[in-house]
């Protein structure tokens, strides 16, 4: 089954807080996500893995006149933004939230765990077709 885990930051004011850490806070919380892609790849488990333009670069996509794109946004009133996903091929959803938790888990200033939150939600399947 696929999942796809979310991971969501505090919104802040637009830019990513990463920026403020320490050059060795940042870079080991990178080899943190770089081992885990590839243990979650070795293991047969990664399907996809990809961190997010910071939420000051984000804009709202409608279809406006003449089906035309219309942007609206940033919104500084969100509370959280999408810093980054994995999509996940695992045996069950038990296995997912181990993988998330691993993921909450990644350290951040001096260190300590992040413990940010990661949504963990179900890909859904085509319907079956009657071919």
Known sequence: ?????MMNAPRGDG???VMK??????KAHVAFMHSLN???RNAGELVSAEGLASPGEAKLVRAGKNGQPATDGVFPETKEYLAGFWIVDVENA??????AAKASSAPGPGGKPLIIP??????????????
Do not use: H
């Not at 038990?94 to 993988?99: G, K, T």
């Open 15 to 17: 830019n990513f807080a």
């Open 94 to 99: 038990e296995r997912a939230y181990q993988i």
């Open 21 to 26: 850490w320490s050059p060795a806070e940042l």
């Open 1 to 5: 089954m696929k999942y796809m885990l």
């Open 118 to 131: 990661i949504e963990v939600r179900q890909v859904m399947s085509a319907p079956p077709t009657n071919d």
């Open 38 to 40: 590839n243990d979650l």
